[in-house]
């Protein structure tokens, strides 16, 4: 079992930044790849970036790609967003997701995941 919390949301005027945290415990954490995916009211919960267990590799979403970045601290745990220049349309429920190793599956697919926390709302201002 791993458990996920996320922090770091919060209301922002639009071009502005925030970073986004989200802390896991439970299991080995570099024994999983982790993802952001966010859901607005009404809408899916759709892909926003990743990044594979060793930080080697990260993915991200064509709407977030050169404002957004993601990081990982497998020695705390802890895997990071960095949104810059947020728009309005960035405005959701962010949700952290864990990935375990080896599973089957597209890295930007949400039904792949196996663990999810409970959220942080970003609330963009135009």
């Known amino acids: 079992q791993v458990q996920l919390v996320e922090s770091g949301g919060g209301l922002v005027q639009a071009g502005d930044s925030l970073r986004l945290s989200c802390a896991a415990s439970?299991?080995?954490?570099?024994?999983?790849?982790m993802g952001w995916f966010r859901q607005a009211p009404g809408k899916e919960r759709d892909f926003v970036a990743a990044?594979?267990?060793?930080?080697?590799?990260?993915y991200f979403a064509d709407s977030v790609k050169g404002r957004f970045t993601i990081s990982r601290d497998n020695a705390k745990n802890t895997v990071y967003l960095q949104m810059n220049s947020l728009k309005a349309e960035d405005a959701a429920v962010y949700y952290c997701?864990?990935?375990?190793?080896?599973?089957?599956?597209?890295?930007?697919?949400?039904?792949?995941?196996?663990?999810w926390g409970q959220g942080t709302q970003v609330t963009v201002s135009s």
């Open positions: 439970g299991r080995t954490f570099s024994a999983y790849h």
């Open positions: 990044i594979t267990w060793s930080g080697g590799n990260t």
């Open positions: 997701g864990a990935l375990r190793v080896g599973s089957p599956g597209r890295i930007d697919r949400k039904e792949v995941y196996s663990y």
